[in-house]
């Protein structure tokens, strides 16, 4: 366990900020479920855009640019049982894409 997340001062911060540390075993990815089912969204996301793009998924080099759309897209989309994104579960609204606005597209058909 990293000495850097046990000291006072992170224990002090995450209690001002009601956070709950919760530390998991290294090289134990049973251990952290939550992304390790991100890993397989993000991984599936990449796969998915270097084929559409015919590369080979080894050696697609330009993956780092379709990061932020492949993070927004997940934290956009609603979990089948909370019927809530990640975005609105954090921030207490649905996400507003400057797209509905842009292409003057009605949001319900979207979100």
Known sequence: ?????????????????????????????????????????????????????DLDFTYCSDWPIFLPAIVTSYNITPNKMLKLSPH????GQKFNLTAYVKLNLPKEKFC
């Open 1 to 53: 366990m990293g000495t850097q997340f046990t000291v006072k001062i992170a224990h002090t911060v995450s209690k001002m900020m009601k956070i709950q540390q919760a530390f998991t075993s290294s090289y134990h990815p049973q251990t952290n479920g939550m992304i390790e089912r991100f890993h397989r969204y993000l991984k599936e996301q990449l796969v998915t855009i270097c084929v559409d793009r």
């Open 88 to 91: 609105e579960l954090v921030y």
